[in-house]
């Protein structure tokens, strides 16, 4: 089956610092790729998405890269803000499963000032 | 068009009564998808509706669920004869295109306390 694994936070940071989240993936199929974002009492919002290998998702500072020859898509960002304090979900979809999307279980992250 | 709204923000219920969800989609998409997240885990798939028609039904969804989309618009969850195992944030999202390219939107959910 398809399935979504993200290391475990919480993640603490300091204002300024790097920003890495790791995500693997099993997937019967070839997946489309994304990252989710749930800031404080919000709900869920599309991130960034790679559609396929070696593309590179990209909004608000965040990148993340599509890696098939490792399956992984691994978030990352060269300075945090406190804004981007939030629980951040790794997804993928396969096609032929119909759309739905599959989640990593969520990586939370608190960037202190 | 606001977005995926969904209706109510908060239930609380006693175990065993019935409750119903409402989705309001934005008004374009034709694809409709329901989850679950339970505290501190990621959303996992319900069901899912391209326009009126359901298509897929996931394992979780035992036979107390059901989902409804008429006329392809709004679509209600009703959970028959609540448990307290049914507590958690339910959330529907939207999608415009089969292939949900264009990514998903997700509304604020409806969270369930049953006690």
């Known amino acids: 089956g398809n399935s979504v694994t993200q290391m475990e936070g919480p993640v603490t940071l300091s204002e300024e610092a790097f920003l890495t989240i790791n995500c693997t993936y099993t997937?019967?199929?070839?997946?489309?790729l994304f990252w989710y974002v749930q800031y404080p009492g919000e709900g869920l919002q599309l991130l960034l998405k790679?559609?396929?290998?070696?593309d590179k998702g990209s909004n608000k500072g965040f990148e993340a890269t599509y890696r098939k020859e490792t399956t992984s898509f691994h978030l990352e960002k060269g300075s945090v803000q406190v804004s981007d304090s939030a629980v951040y979900f790794c997804a993928l979809r396969v096609q032929a499963a119909g759309n739905k999307l599959t989640f990593g279980g969520g990586t939370r992250v608190l960037v202190k000032p | 068009d606001t977005g995926v709204s969904q209706n109510p923000r908060h239930k609380i219920t006693k175990r065993g009564q019935n409750v119903t969800f409402r989705c309001d989609p934005i008004?374009?998409?034709?694809?409709l998808y329901w989850y679950r997240q339970t505290l501190g885990q990621g959303p996992e798939f319900l069901t899912y509706f391209q326009n009126e028609a359901q298509l897929e039904k996931s394992r979780l969804l035992s036979d107390r669920f059901s989902a409804e989309r008429p006329k392809g618009s709004f679509s209600t969850l009703e959970i028959q004869r609540t448990e307290q195992g049914d507590s958690a944030m339910y959330l529907c999202?939207?999608?415009?295109?089969?292939?949900?390219?264009?990514?998903?939107?997700f509304g604020s959910g409806t969270r369930l306390t049953v006690v």
């Open positions: 999202a939207s999608s415009l295109d089969w292939t949900g390219d264009y990514g998903y939107t």
């Open positions: 008004s374009e998409h034709n694809r």
């Open positions: 790679a559609t396929k290998a070696d």
């Open positions: 997937a019967t199929g070839y997946p489309s």
